[in-house]
């Protein structure tokens, strides 16, 4: 006889899932699942997920001590990737059941009011709840300082100007959503980057039911924030590729912002080679191709594809590829303007058709090949 879950299920299935992405959080998540335990306990049968890019202090066996304790805790070990967005995702699909929230590992998130987030949600007239810092009844002067507060501020009106849901804090990490609402959008999102509310309230259009708490943002427990400057640049990335409608991916245009860099590392090469070592031309230009082709490949491996950045002799290997990808590239480019400029000799357009050309065939071999995931 096959056994059913409505039979024998082994445990109580989990009614509500929180995802917690962490990256060095060892010590915040034991009191992070006794604070979750005390406003949740008798409400609902909830379990934790922690997402962990394998931090170096350990969070992740240590998330699955706490399991071997009480099952209702689960980790996720994720390996050579990192990535808030594509951690909460990825933990969010891990769910089976019908209500997940995401919330942060160090305490900043105050984790009472997950029964009223819960409470919404159940009514059923929404389908998600923001935990909001800057709308009615919240604040971040705990956690956030006054520069940053200013600047979240910024940022979330420029985001409400283009894509108006009525959340005032588009930013926050913390909310909670129907898991079926989930499932729908996940395709659709972008795994690197920070922003992973942002982007589910503006790829939903308006088919998303929003409401908004408030709450008081803490100051982290232990630890230290990782968000830094490239944070910024990532989202920039996120709007634009949401305005162009996904036709422009957002590593195309960093991979592109990349190789225009590139070039002034080039120019800058070239004429200190030759002008300043004197150097002959070609062996000049060789070295100045080359000096751009590692600027480029690191560059790259910092930011554009930093969720799967590669280290010690897989950085090697990436840089070898790289030069064999941009090689091939360039004979591509090449061919491209000669091709067009003979036919019709506009020397700018053959040459921008050229570089375009050489540009996407870097970035499609170097997504599939260098990077690849
Ligand atoms: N798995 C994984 N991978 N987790 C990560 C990563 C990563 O690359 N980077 C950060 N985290 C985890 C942290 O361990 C923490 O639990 C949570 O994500 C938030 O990271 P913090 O470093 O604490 O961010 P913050 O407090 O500066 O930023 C908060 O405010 C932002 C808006 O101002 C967070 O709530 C953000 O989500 C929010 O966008
Ligand atoms: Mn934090």
């Given at each position: 006889m096959q056994a059913s879950p409505q039979q024998s299920p082994?445990?109580?299935?989990?009614r509500l899932t929180i995802v917690v992405p962490t990256f060095n959080e060892r010590d915040n998540i034991a009191a992070l699942v006794n604070s979750i335990?005390?406003?949740?306990?008798?409400?609902?049968a909830w379990e934790v997920v922690f997402v962990d890019d394998n931090s170096p202090d350990g969070t992740a066996e240590f998330a699955k001590k706490l399991g071997q304790a009480d099952a209702r805790v689960r980790c996720i070990r994720r390996i050579n990737r990192r990535g808030l967005s594509g951690a909460c995702i990825e933990g969010m699909l891990s769910s089976s059941a019908p209500?997940?929230?995401?919330?942060?590992?160090?305490?900043q998130h105050d984790e009472s009011i997950l029964p009223v987030m819960l409470d919404r949600l159940t009514a059923?007239?929404?389908?998600?709840v923001v935990g909001s810092r800057l709308g009615e009844g919240g604040s971040a002067a705990g956690g956030l300082s006054a520069k940053r507060e200013m600047s979240s501020r910024i940022v979330a009106s420029i985001v409400t100007r283009f894509f108006p849901r009525g959340v005032s804090d588009v930013l926050s990490g913390f909310f909670m959503m129907r898991r079926e609402a989930f499932d729908v959008l996940a395709p659709q999102l972008e795994q690197s980057g920070f922003k992973i509310l942002a982007d589910i309230l503006i790829t939903s259009g308006d088919s998303l039911r929003v409401a908004e708490i408030g709450f008081t943002f803490r100051a982290r427990q232990a630890g230290v924030s990782k968000l830094d400057s490239r944070v910024v640049l990532d989202f920039?990335?996120?709007?634009?590729n949401k305005l162009s409608r996904g036709v422009i991916p957002v590593r195309f245009v960093f991979f592109a912002l990349v190789g225009a860099s590139g070039v002034i590392v080039h120019i800058v090469t070239l004429r200190l080679a030759l002008i300043s070592v004197g150097l002959s031309f070609a062996v000049s230009q060789s070295l100045a191709t080359l000096v751009a082709m590692t600027w480029n490949f690191y560059i790259n491996n910092e930011i554009t594809y930093r969720d799967s950045q590669l280290k010690g002799?897989?950085?090697?290997?990436?840089?070898?590829?790289?030069?064999?990808?941009?090689?091939?590239?360039a004979v591509a480019n090449v061919g491209m303007a000669n091709w067009?400029?003979?036919?019709?000799?506009?020397?700018?357009i053959a040459g921008l058709a050229g570089a375009a050309v050489g540009a996407i065939w870097n970035y499609a071999l170097s997504s599939s090949l260098v990077w690849k995931r």
């Amino acid at each position: 006889m096959q056994a059913s879950p409505q039979q024998s299920p082994s445990r109580e299935s989990p009614r509500l899932t929180i995802v917690v992405p962490t990256f060095n959080e060892r010590d915040n998540i034991a009191a992070l699942v006794n604070s979750i335990d005390e406003v949740l306990h008798g409400k609902i049968a909830w379990e934790v997920v922690f997402v962990d890019d394998n931090s170096p202090d350990g969070t992740a066996e240590f998330a699955k001590k706490l399991g071997q304790a009480d099952a209702r805790v689960r980790c996720i070990r994720r390996i050579n990737r990192r990535g808030l967005s594509g951690a909460c995702i990825e933990g969010m699909l891990s769910s089976s059941a019908p209500y997940i929230a995401v919330m942060d590992a160090d305490l900043q998130h105050d984790e009472s009011i997950l029964p009223v987030m819960l409470d919404r949600l159940t009514a059923g007239d929404v389908d998600i709840v923001v935990g909001s810092r800057l709308g009615e009844g919240g604040s971040a002067a705990g956690g956030l300082s006054a520069k940053r507060e200013m600047s979240s501020r910024i940022v979330a009106s420029i985001v409400t100007r283009f894509f108006p849901r009525g959340v005032s804090d588009v930013l926050s990490g913390f909310f909670m959503m129907r898991r079926e609402a989930f499932d729908v959008l996940a395709p659709q999102l972008e795994q690197s980057g920070f922003k992973i509310l942002a982007d589910i309230l503006i790829t939903s259009g308006d088919s998303l039911r929003v409401a908004e708490i408030g709450f008081t943002f803490r100051a982290r427990q232990a630890g230290v924030s990782k968000l830094d400057s490239r944070v910024v640049l990532d989202f920039a990335g996120l709007l634009l590729n949401k305005l162009s409608r996904g036709v422009i991916p957002v590593r195309f245009v960093f991979f592109a912002l990349v190789g225009a860099s590139g070039v002034i590392v080039h120019i800058v090469t070239l004429r200190l080679a030759l002008i300043s070592v004197g150097l002959s031309f070609a062996v000049s230009q060789s070295l100045a191709t080359l000096v751009a082709m590692t600027w480029n490949f690191y560059i790259n491996n910092e930011i554009t594809y930093r969720d799967s950045q590669l280290k010690g002799v897989r950085f090697l290997q990436g840089l070898l590829l790289f030069y064999l990808v941009c090689g091939v590239g360039a004979v591509a480019n090449v061919g491209m303007a000669n091709w067009l400029f003979v036919r019709d000799p506009v020397w700018w357009i053959a040459g921008l058709a050229g570089a375009a050309v050489g540009a996407i065939w870097n970035y499609a071999l170097s997504s599939s090949l260098v990077w690849k995931r």
